[in-house]
Structure formats: structure tokens, C-alpha cells
């Protein structure tokens, strides 16, 4: 597939910008989040502006170049030549966050089956790992309401999502967001990490639930961890693998 490089006509910020989404890209097909092609992430463009970079729909994410991604604004109009559209629903929940939350400088969106296995139990994620504990600490949940096609769900998207950084919409998948790629990839990781050891662990016996008081202290431990600097903390490494497998994620 013959894509242009776009690296010499914009800015070295929005190159920095779209090589690492497009390593989160292909960093979520490495893990094995991708669902054909019918999940997105996408980031924020530097400026007032609501635009954001998001997928070429029809491509897989193991695919997507840094060149490849497409700038929209909130209006779902594209402002790069791409042969390729915007994913209708993409478009939907991500503009719904993009509008409300400054601070989300990436949203990443999953339909994994451990993510929407847990999506539809009643109880949603349950405190029984170290893992859900950093997902409890900053977790909402959003009622299914169909195929997310529709503006008029963008409002109830956007209160039930309020100042959360992991989003479980029911029925459906995950969503997390980050105030950097790194820091939307880290939390998905760990949100995917939980859903798939509860499954796992349903499987058993008796459930060992972790104290509450845990939970409630655990931004301290979150901090301790990374060295106060979330996703950056991960993100060279995770480059490193991707380069590895395939560089051309940054062409």
C-alpha cells in the first residue's frame, strides 16, 4: 500500500504526534486488542482546535503508518487526503471526548473478549487483583445504547465518562484516556490485564477480594511504581519492541 510521507510537510511536533500513535497502533495489534478493523485510538492535535488524528478505516492497526493517520475536526470532516473514511462510531465517541475532556490527549477504545466479557457482568470489574486496583481507583461505566452512531448519545458519553481515565461501556468494550499516548496505552494495558484475570479467575473457586482501603490509597503506589511519570515511564521500551518487529510504523 503506497502512502505518502507526510514527515517533511508538517510540523516536527505532529510527526512526534503521529509516530507514537502509530506505534500505539501497532503495539495494540501486538497484543492482540485489534478487532479487524472496528476499534480506534486516537490523539489530539496541538492548537485550540478540537481536531484530533485518528484511524483510516479499512486498514489494520498492524498496518497504520504515521504518514497513514487522518486529522478530522469536530464536525467529522477530514482535513488530510486519505482514500480511506473515518469510522462512523470512531468518530462519535472520540469527538464526544475530545469536546469536553483537554486533558485527554488520547482515547483508546477495545473490543477485546476478556473487555466485553467483564463489559456485561453486573458487577463489572471486581476487586480481586492488584491490577483492577489501579482500574478501580479511576473507573466509570456508560450504558449500551446500540451501535454508537448517534450525537444524541455524545452527552450522556460525556457525564458518564466525567474526570475518569478508564471507561467501561457495557456491553461493548473498553476505554481508556490519557494525557499522553503513553499514559492511554499503560492504562489500557493494565484495564485489559484486569478484565482477562477475572474471567480467568471466575473459573475457580472462591473469590478473594482486595481491602477497600487498598484501592483508596493506590494514586500513591501509581506514582511510587513508574517513578512519577506514568506511560513515559514504559513508552522507550515499548518503542524499542516495535522497532524490532517493523519500523515502517514510523514512515
Not at 3 to 17: D, F, N
Not at 22 to 45: E, K, N, P, Q
Not at 65 to 82: M, P, R, Y
Request: charged share 20%.
Amino acid at each position: 500500500m503506497d502512502i505518502v510521507s507526510l514527515q517533511a510537510s508538517v510540523s516536527p511536533e505532529e510527526w512526534q504526534l503521529r509516530c507514537d500513535l502509530a506505534a500505539c497502533y501497532r503495539l495494540v495489534a501486538s497484543y492482540g486488542w485489534s478487532d479487524l478493523v472496528f476499534t480506534h485510538i486516537s490523539a489530539r492535535m496541538p492548537g485550540p482546535e478540537h481536531r484530533f488524528l485518528i484511524n483510516p478505516y479499512g486498514m489494520l492497526f498492524e498496518e497504520i503508518t504515521a504518514s497513514s493517520l487522518i486529522v478530522v475536526d469536530q464536525q467529522g470532516n477530514k482535513l488530510t487526503e486519505s482514500p480511506f473514511p473515518v469510522n462512523p462510531a470512531g468518530f462519535v465517541i472520540h469527538s464526544a471526548i475530545h469536546a469536553v475532556r483537554d486533558d485527554a490527549q488520547c482515547v483508546l477504545h477495545t473490543h477485546t473478549r476478556a473487555g466485553v466479557a467483564v463489559s456485561a457482568q453486573k458487577s463489572g470489574v471486581l476487586p480481586i487483583s492488584q491490577q483492577s486496583t489501579f482500574v478501580l481507583a479511576s473507573l466509570a461505566y456508560h450504558d449500551y445504547e446500540g451501535v454508537a452512531l448517534r450525537d444524541d448519545e455524545k452527552p450522556r458519553l460525556q457525564n458518564d465518562l466525567g474526570q475518569a481515565n478508564f471507561l467501561m461501556l457495557r456491553n461493548h468494550g473498553l476505554l481508556t484516556v490519557g494525557t499522553s499516548i503513553a499514559d492511554a496505552f499503560l492504562h489500557m494495558y493494565i484495564f485489559e490485564a484486569t478484565c482477562s484475570i477475572q474471567i480467568a479467575a471466575q473459573a475457580g473457586g472462591d473469590l478473594t477480594k482486595v481491602d477497600p482501603q487498598i484501592v483508596e490509597g493506590i494514586a500513591d503506589s501509581t506514582h511510587k511504581q513508574t517513578s512519577g511519570m506514568g506511560g513515559a515511564f514504559i513508552w522507550p521500551a515499548m518503542l524499542r519492541k516495535l522497532d524490532r518487529l517493523d519500523p515502517a510504523y514510523r514512515t
